[in-house]
């Protein structure tokens, strides 16, 4: 029987990559045959693919006898056309990804130069409200120890509370990074005078919060054995509670500077706010003798500098930080079904951070006053982890969703950033350790708050050795959109170590058994998040595209 082939290139002729088929009609007495090609097994990654399908052949229909071969043979063709345009695909996809030579090109060495490039100067946003307590830290230190202790309650009310709004930063991060893929710089500007006013917003909120609830928080974490101190850290806290509004406008201007791959902006606002802070701590405290409240008052004008001087570098960039906006609901709805998840997880952060000053209040004064002074060396040296927590945020969204998708780069990225972590840490162990080993009169000159302080060292480096790793492995849990599993690992690390906490504290463990279980938090939090990225079904293990498809056996319809 003659058999007649055609080929059909029609662009109207509707094509979808989930049921390509080949139909074979034949006059009687023969069969009609249909035939499936490809099978899609993620169908969400075949855009750019689906693209260059669609100028293919749209459908192959002939006329033939029943013979299997020639069916076969036809089918074969067909599908290595489709294979070779995947290829070619994927080979263009390389070219683009290769022309811009940026950090997810690069090489391991590579890599490990641009991070610590980015995260140098980026350091500027994680380092300014630790920075600014551990000035206030040394420089009370020197005269006393009842307003060094009262510092512990003071710093949980004005810097653990502002890590509950984190979620402001990383939506600002994520919404800013992927409106300038889209390169549609008037979405930038909206989103950023939205999250300006819900910024501003929850500063005003938390400044009405401090001024009238201030003091009862306070007395609640001090308890009843160090309710002297109550007085003298509320000072501290209405004073800083002054630069609320400012702190946390300053953090979505910051955000979304390094959610724009600028970390220079963060280091010049560091470098300013550091140089406020010390010098107004010295002629506050030490000339004019103010106390703690001169501490505060140095501190507070720091921060309202350092937010000045990002929303003018945003200005610089063609932004204008001035102008607000009042969110719809859809904007809500978007901004906080992204940041709930990271809400919780900060939250039970901070509920852990928080509770380890209130059991150690069940201590002695100069027990709180050794634990004042070795957490804020720990949160001075974990900040300096956080710059790898954006750049795992800045970078892998790239490779894991975007134009450049490249799973194996990924990995390799997350291997750089785990290498860098790993330095960083044990720099950060040996040198924090090395510090409050043999110069702890930069802190207290007590000699028994020293001593105290001392019997903290081993756990003090192994808490602190690992952080810079956890931020890595978090950060590219959030950046592959995984906050749900963050938040429900952390808060149930938060409900253990509180566990933790009421045992060591009612069996008479002491300050040493609270740091071993900050140890134990740690590396629960870098456990729980390698176990998810290593697994095979993670986000960092999906399949290249050419596996996307497989030629599956023919079977007559």
Known sequence: MQIQTLLHYSSSTPFHPLNPKVSIFTKSPCRVYSHRIL????????????????????????????????????????????????????????????????????????????????????????????????????????????????????????????????????????????????????????????LLFIGLTCGVMMFLFTKFFGSYVLAAFAGSNNSHVVPIANTYVQVRGLAWPAILIGWVAQSASLGMKDSLGPLKALLAATAVNVIGDIVLCSFLGYGIAGAAWATMASQIVAAYMMMDSLKKKGYNPYSISVPSIDDLVKIFGLAGPVFVMMMSKVVFYSLLVYFTTSMSTLTLAAHQVAIQAFLMGTVWGEPLCQTAQSFMPELLFGMNQNFSRARMLLKSLMITGTILGVSLGVLGTCVLLFFPNIFTPDLEVIRTMHKVLIPYFLGLSITPCILSLEGTLLAGRDQRYLGLTMSGCCTVGTLGLMFVTSRGYGLLGIWFTIVGFQWARFFLALQRLLSPSGMLFSEQQLSLYEVKELKAA
């Open 39 to 194: 099978q899609l097994r993620h169908p969400p990654l075949l855009s750019s693919t689906s693209r260059s399908l669609r100028s293919r052949h749209r459908l192959l229909t002939c006329c033939i006898s029943p013979d299997q071969e020639l069916v076969h043979d036809v089918v074969g063709e067909v599908a290595s056309e489709v294979v070779s345009v995947v290829q070619s695909s994927e080979e263009e996809r390389e070219a683009v990804s290769g022309k811009g030579a940026g950090l997810e090109s690069q090489s391991l060495w590579e890599q490990m130069k641009e991070i610590a490039i980015f995260t140098g100067p980026a350091a500027g946003l994680w380092l300014c409200t630790p920075l600014m307590s551990l000035i206030d830290t040394a420089v009370i230190g020197q005269g006393s120890s009842v307003e060094l202790a009262a510092l512990g309650p003071g710093t949980v009310m004005c810097d653990n509370l502002s890590y509950l709004f984190m979620f402001l930063a990383i939506a600002t991060s994520n919404m800013v990074a992927t409106s300038l893929a889209k390169e549609d710089k008037e979405e930038v500007q909206y989103q950023l005078s939205v």
